[in-house]
């Protein structure tokens, strides 16, 4: 349950960043690329000016050339963004983050661990979206939703610097979890919330207005895709503020190929073991 306070909080934010009344969107926006350096040489819309309220600045898309794709068989990497972990999970179903480790249980908590589709030791890469990053996700590898999942939690603050002080934090807010069935074995997708609000949605699913929906509505349609077949690239999900995506896919399958930092979409992060 949302305390009232926060209630007012969440709703005052929503209602402002999707204001369409000039001066708030003109300080907002100018105020956020003066904050985080934003570059928009790369944005489809590089007038900042045009966005009709500052949500469409943040989740604004790419120019169709802005990005390449590594050639397949690569798995590319799904955001904008840093890499800032990948490896496998121990022998104890443990994920290493940093030097500190938490549970896949407690981060996927849904049947896809359970009913066997992946192991402890699958490969998982961690991409934080910093404020300035690009906020769309896009397909590692081309495939089929097969599983779609939100689990409720809170809206921390996912930057690297409290990821490594408190690596729970992956694992108790917010998150939508997609499971894909491709060419080359299962592929999970973990969109984790940030702070304040969640913000996740999909092509086919809005934005969970957190402070008015219990979840179940947002749920349901989270569902409807499942059944969809999605292309390598295209376009998965968005993030309407703050984020963190992993990837999870088998071990056996895949070897990671990106070294930590700086990452794009369509990079490779990693390629099949021969």
Known sequence: MISAPRRWLITAFYRLTRSRIPWIRWLLIRSFIFAFAVDLADAREPD?????????????????????QAPRPAL????????VSCGQADQSSLVTVKGQAFSWRGLILAPSLEEGLFTPEALFFNCYLAPRDYHRVHMPDAGHLI??????GRFRSVRPSRIRRRPETLAQNERVLLTFATERGPLLLILVAARLVGGIETPWCPARQSWRDTGQSFREALATGIGSHFERGEEIGRFNYGSSVLILAPESIWQPEHELGKVFVGERLATPRT
Do not use: C, K, M, Q
């Open 48 to 68: 900042p000016d045009a966005y009709p309220h500052f949500n469409a600045f943040f989740t604004r898309a790419l120019r169709t050339d802005a990005r390449t």
């Open 76 to 83: 590319l990497s799904p955001v904008d963004g840093t890499l």
């Open 147 to 152: 599983r779609a999942e939100w689990i409720p």
